[in-house]
């Protein structure tokens, strides 16, 4: 079974910075890609950010110049840097990964896993 440990939410004011960490209990090796999604009250769950095992990232219009993806390979690691906070940015954020699936010792498909939620509070 897959783990997705996330860490960082908190309460900030607009403006600051957060960052986000998700811990993966496997290597990267087996994953084909992680992303943040989150979800507001009365809200849904919508994606933030994505990147690739290639690195490539894809980012969500509203958060596009505020947040940043990255990961440590070496850690198993994803990290959403979220600068320039607003009040409409308050969520639970979400991990996620995409596992490769293993059949028959042939990658067939992936197999989707979520972190526990972090809330992330911004006051204006």
């Known amino acids: 079974q897959v783990q997705l440990v996330v860490a960082g939410g908190g309460l900030v004011q607009a403006g600051g910075s957060l960052r986000l960490s998700c811990a993966a209990s496997?290597?990267?090796?087996?994953?084909?890609?992680m992303g943040w999604y989150r979800q507001a009250p009365g809200k849904q769950r919508e994606l933030v950010a994505t990147?690739?095992?290639?690195?490539?990232?894809n980012y969500a219009e509203s958060v596009k110049g505020r947040f940043t993806i990255f990961r440590d390979n070496a850690k198993n690691t994803v990290y959403l840097q979220m600068n320039s906070l607003k009040p409409e940015d308050t969520a639970v954020y979400y991990c996620?990964?995409?596992?490769?699936?293993?059949?028959?010792?042939?990658?067939?498909?992936?197999?989707?896993?979520w972190g526990q939620g972090t809330q992330v509070t911004v006051s204006s």
């Open positions: 496997i290597s990267f090796f087996s994953i084909n890609g």
């Open positions: 990147i690739t095992s290639g690195n490539s990232t």
């Open positions: 996620n990964a995409d596992v490769k699936r293993i059949i028959g010792g042939v990658v067939d498909g992936a197999v989707r896993y």
